[in-house]
């Protein structure tokens, strides 16, 4: 409640968007999906919408129902015909068919931060979980620096990026196969390093377990782990880090 009236006393939160938001009930029983219409009260970005396993009608339904009260929505991992009908149903959307995300920002513009978070990808295959990532920062209000195709099968190459790395407030490293990229970038910088392993690889990587096991068992000090491809949690793990 006080982030909110702080956003209305510095103008960046106009005062019916902000009576929207409270008026608005905790919880909106939609028959098939229940929506946590507080969850932008409490955590300052409203729910996000998972779209895999959901049908187009489902996800538009929802989206409608986040929209209504000003705050923009964002669909994860939605198949091309969910993304077609959100793209239908509000020509501002913008679509990501490598993130496989849909994004209406908000009427109000949030608040831009200042320090980036590095997102550094250890192959082409990797950026889908990348931008996943990427457009998640980028609706929460966050800047986003991309290193790309860094991994360690020429090692040079990530070496060559030293200054970037150093300059990171966070760093988010998405890689399969082996999974030893965010040791290697874990001992390069002071910040946190967020990892993210990918179901990218040959049968030995298990689907992304392999390269899940080897940054779990980092030698680099300080390197947490999200789950096999989830480029959206590392990214709003990213965003708390800065947000505190």
Known sequence: MKS?????????????????????????????????????????????????????E????????????????????????????????WPDVERNDLARTALLRAQAPRARGTRAVTIVTAGTSDLPVAEEAAVTLDAIGHPVLRVTDVGVAGIHRVLARRDALHEAAVVIVVAGMDGALPSVVGGLVR?????????????AAFGGLAPLLTM?????????????????????????????
């Open 4 to 56: 909110l009236l702080d956003a209305v006393a510095s103008g960046q939160v106009g005062v019916d968007t902000a009576l929207a938001q409270l008026d608005a009930a905790p919880v909106d029983d939609l028959g098939f999906a229940t929506l946590d219409q507080h969850r932008a009260l409490r955590q300052g970005y409203p729910e996000v919408v998972f779209g895999q396993g959901k049908t187009p």
């Open 58 to 89: 489902q996800v538009t339904a929802i989206c409608a129902r986040i929209a209504e009260h000003g705050d923009g929505f964002l669909v994860t991992r939605a198949a091309p015909d969910v993304l077609d009908a959100l793209l239908g149903a």
């Open 191 to 203: 910040g946190p390093v967020i990892a993210v392993p990918t179901s990218v690889g040959y049968g």
């Open 216 to 244: 779990l068992n980092s030698c680099a000090a300080g390197v947490v782990v999200c789950n096999i491809d989830n480029g959206f949690g590392a990214a709003i793990a990213a965003a708390r880090i800065l947000d505190q």
